[in-house]
Structure formats: structure tokens, C-alpha cells
């Protein structure tokens, strides 16, 4: 069955919680053993002490190390992306440094793609150089040569241990190559030293791209956008392979930095209508883009489904290889500063002016002095984020009142 089709019911027992339709919260700390014998093995498979038997199934202890709704969801999300196994946090940012402290070490290099979301900066520049980890930055639009010319030129192939990538770049729309970036790592590993690519996928959700089919060893997302997309939850969530999820796991317990039940049962209810909810956005967004790329007072709009082969071939390969979707984030220059930016985003009335995006209602918000307020003046006019520009999340309400809305400010402009 597609995922969608199994998010209703996959991974659930209703037989085991009264003949509940729906997964219960299962709101406790610890779990009753049968037996001594039980609890002994139980912990055995927890620790590693042993592997696990071929019709064993691991056994609940605690909520720390695991819980109904936790596991649940996990099993459903690991579907989409067709992931062996999913980590779910309880924040976005607890997921991408959990991530980046089991991986990395001190005297290691995390390359890492820009512009990239401020609180993975943040932690990358002034979290992990405290533990002697270094890190430098490419450009999105970096080709995969130009990046691996880049750690030639700068010395860092011995020490590199991590490839940290966000793409569709948030707020430019820019896009990285991740097979090309899987070659980069493969030619820097060494048989006692493994390269990871690890790729932000919150942009594009899991329905619109699947980092695991082009080279990448764990996907992180924002759990919050997407995934949740009622602006109700915060939640973070890893996904690949056994090995790397289990390593996650293993550091997860602890930090303690799991998802709780409530944060689990949350999700498993926003899994059920997360393509529903994803198609209605990207129609809409549809939309919207032509109807801002048409309007007198836009100068450009940053929309994946306007690349172009002729116009920009690089890019347009790299969408059409890696994407199915041109998304539900567009980004636009309007004409003006950032006067004229405050002035339209203060004169919307449906589209709402907060950070964040995927949830069901649009949101709008100005990068330049708000999301990416910390990125410096010079990076910010490389990567386009100027005071003219706006991000728009578009929600599911129907278009033509988006529209509607967007025009009536536009024309307060």
C-alpha cells in the first residue's frame, strides 16, 4: 500500500488497547514486566548486550527509551522517505545536534551548505567549535566540483567528517545536488573514516523529496512544518539506515531529548492528512507564484516550478532529478526596501505575519530582518536575501483568497 494508506492504522494492535480505533496516549513513565526474566532481556537488547532473536520484538521499559505512541510513529514516518528506522525529538534543533554531536568529533570538519537555517548555523559556529569541531560553508549553487575544489583548496579532505546540507535552500529556493555531494563524501572516506551526508528535508517535507534515494545517510527535518503543519507541536525527526539511527537512538536516551507521548500522538494524527494537506499547498502555491510573477510591483519571485532549462540548466536538472514537486515555499523581491516590505506584510489580513512555515495557514514573514536577521550583510547580498525580499509559506485556503489578500496589500505598496 502507499503511505498515505497506511498512516491510518500501520504499526497498530487495536486489539491491545480495548479495541481503540485510534492509538491512545500513553501517558507513563515506566512499563509493568511479565516477568523477572522479561525485564532481563529486555534491557539485554536495550544495551546492546545482545542481538536481538529473529521472532523477539523489543519489549517496553520506559519512556526515555521507548513508548507506544513514540514507536508508532516512528514505523509510519520511516515510510514515506523508506527509511529502515526514524528518530522523532522533541525540537527540530535537538534532532540536528544530536546528529551532529554522535558524528562528529573534536579535530573533525563539517562542511556544511549556506544559507542554511539559523539555529543549525548558530550550533554549528559557536556550539560545536567548543568542543573542537571546525566547520567551513559552500554556496547552494555550488557545483559539486567547485565544492570539492573548495576542500582542496582549503586542506580539510583528512579531517572531513560530515557534508551538512539544506535544500531547497530556506528562504532562496536554491538547490544543492546531493548525488554530486555523495560523491564528494565517498572521494574523502577512507575505510576508518566515513564522510556523512546529512540533509535538512524540512523544505520540501517528506512527500516532495527523498534525500535517501540520492546518496544521503540521514535526513533531518523540522518535525514542526510538514509534519505537524498545525502550528501546535514542536518536533524534530531523524531518518536512515539501522546502524545510523541506532547510534542516534543510543545518544538520544541520554540527552534525553526524546518525543514524548503526547508530541507522538500529535504527529501520528498530523501523518493522516500530511499529503492531503501537501498537494492543496503546492496547487496553491502554484498559483500564487504566477499571479506575483505577472504583478507590476514584484521584481523576481523565487519559485522552483519557474527554473528553466534554458535559462538555468544546472538547476533545472538538479529539480527535476531530485524533486517531485515544486513545493509550497515561493520567495519574492518586491519593488523597494524594506519600507515597502513592512508595508505589505502589515496589510495582509489572511495570510498571517509569523515565522515558521508548512502549517495549514499561510504564513509571511521578512527574512532579511527576521529569520536570517544573524547572517551578515556581505552573505546576505551573495544569497539574494535583501530588504525587497519576502517569504511567503502558503496554506491550504483557497487560492483565489490569497490572492485576493496579497493584491489588496500590494496595492498599499
Not at 48 to 58: D, I, P, S
Not at 74 to 87: I, Q, T, Y
Not at 192 to 219: C, E, F, R, S
Not at 227 to 240: F, K, P
Amino acid at each position: 500500500m502507499r503511505p498515505e494508506s497506511l498512516m491510518m492504522s500501520y504499526g497498530y494492535k487495536p486489539e491491545l488497547s480495548e479495541g481503540a480505533l485510534k492509538c491512545p496516549i500513553f501517558q507513563t513513565s515506566t512499563f509493568v514486566f511479565k516477568s523477572a526474566e522479561e525485564g532481563k532481556g529486555f534491557f539485554e537488547l536495550a544495551y546492546g548486550l545482545r542481538e536481538k532473536e529473529a521472532t523477539e520484538e523489543m519489549g517496553l521499559i520506559y519512556s526515555r527509551l521507548n513508548n507506544p505512541d513514540l514507536e508508532i510513529l516512528e514505523n509510519r514516518l520511516s515510510l514515506w522517505d523508506e527509511a529502515d528506522d526514524c528518530a522523532v525529538f522533541e525540537s527540530g534543533m535537538s534532532a540536528i545536534s544530536t546528529v551532529m554531536l554522535e558524528f562528529l568529533e573534536p579535530g573533525d570538519y563539517i562542511l556544511y551548505s549556506n544559507p542554511l537555517y539559523g539555529g543549525t548555523y548558530h550550533f554549528v559556529k559557536n556550539v560545536l567549535t567548543k568542543y573542537g569541531i571546525k566547520s567551513l560553508g559552500f554556496h547552494a549553487f555550488e557545483s559539486p566540483e567547485n565544492i570539492e575544489k573548495y576542500i582542496e583548496e582549503q586542506g580539510i579532505g583528512e579531517k572531513l567528517k560530515m557534508i551538512y546540507v539544506e535544500t531547497p535552500a530556506n528562504p532562496t529556493n536554491a538547490l544543492v545536488d546531493l548525488e554530486g555531494c555523495r560523491r564528494v563524501a565517498d572521494k574523502y572516506s577512507t575505510p576508518d573514516k566515513k564522510v556523512y551526508l546529512a540533509v535538512d528535508n524540512t523544505y520540501m517535507g517528506p512527500l516532495w523529496q527523498h534525500p535517501l534515494k540520492h546518496g544521503a545517510d540521514l535526513i533531518v527535518y523540522s518535525a514542526t512544518k510538514y509534519i505537524g503543519g498545525h502550528s501546535d507541536v514542536i518536533a524534530g525527526a531523524v531518518l536512515g539506515n539501522m546502524e545510523v539511527i541506532k547510534r542516534v537512538k543510543t545518544l538520544r536516551t541520554f540527552l534525553g531529548n526524546m518525543a514524548g507521548p503526547w508530541t507522538g500522538w500529535l504527529l501520528m494524527r498530523s501523518l493522516e492528512t500530511l499529503k492531503v494537506r501537501m498537494d492543496q499547498q503546492a496547487k496553491n502555491a502554484e498559483q500564487i507564484a504566477h499571479y506575483l510573477n505577472n504583478h507590476p510591483k514584484v521584481n523576481k519571485v523565487h519559485y522552483l516550478g519557474f527554473l528553466s532549462e534554458k535559462e538555468d540548466p544546472r538547476n533545472y536538472e538538479v529539480f527535476k532529478r531530485q524533486l517531485s514537486s515544486a513545493g509550497a515555499m515561493i520567495s519574492f523581491d518586491l519593488v523597494g526596501g524594506e519600507k515597502e516590505s513592512f508595508r505589505f506584510l502589515n496589510a495582509l489580513k489572511l495570510a498571517k505575519l509569523a515565522v515558521s512555515l508548512g502549517s495549514t495557514e499561510s504564513l509571511v514573514e521578512h527574512p532579511s530582518s527576521m529569520t536570517h536577521s544573524d547572517v551578515s550583510p556581505e552573505d546576505k547580498a551573495l544569497y539574494g536575501i535583501t530588504d525587497s525580499l519576502v517569504r511567503f509559506s502558503v496554506g491550504v485556503e483557497h487560492y483565489e483568497d490569497l490572492i485576493a489578500d496579497i493584491e489588496q496589500a500590494l496595492a498599499l505598496v
